[in-house]
């Protein structure tokens, strides 16, 4: 169990049920991202390779890479989350085979299926960014049956989204 003094040395909580070697590596690459990128970036991908399972490692990559306007290696590592996080809840990857039949995936029941719409949101959002407005409103579209009570936020990208077709 991490210490209190431990506690306030972190930058982003991340889950606590991560790996502390993990989190380490995330919260050493957090505060290296502004200053020492090249640094952050070698720890991030430390951090993934040392547990390819763990949901947070895709999280932080994408917003990494995403911070740093590197949108394809963003766009990437949405892709693999959603992957990962469709492996470990035993459903299919693919958000337009979900949307088929969002009612036998029920996305809201744990965390993962909670982060599988998150990296959904966020590969919106990249898409968007890199001016594929409509592949973005298609994964938008598709969002809106998956997550109808919004609980991951795609409400503000759709809202974006609309702004680029005005």
């Known amino acids: 169990m991490m210490g209190a003094m431990e506690m306030f040395d972190e930058r982003v909580m991340f889950s606590p049920q991560m790996p502390l070697a993990v989190n380490r590596l995330l919260q050493a690459a957090v505060a290296d991202t502004s200053k020492n990128p090249a640094h952050a970036e070698k720890l991030f991908l430390e951090a993934q390779t040392a547990d390819s399972q ?50 036998k995936w029920d996305l809201y029941a744990n965390e993962i299926g909670l982060f599988y719409l998150y990296c959904l949101k966020a590969l919106a959002f990249i898409k968007l960014r ?35 077709a005005d």
């Open 130 to 164: 890199r001016e594929s407005v409509i592949e973005s409103n298609l994964i938008l579209s598709h969002l809106k049956q998956l997550d109808p009570q919004d609980l991951c936020g795609a409400s503000v990208i759709m809202d974006l989204a609309e702004s680029f």
């Open 54 to 103: 763990c949901l947070q490692t895709y999280f932080a990559l994408y917003k990494f890479y995403f911070f740093h306007k590197r949108l394809i290696e963003a766009e990437n590592f949405a892709l693999q989350g959603l992957e990962e996080s469709a492996r470990q809840g035993g459903f299919p990857s693919d958000y337009r085979r979900l949307a088929l039949e969002p009612e």
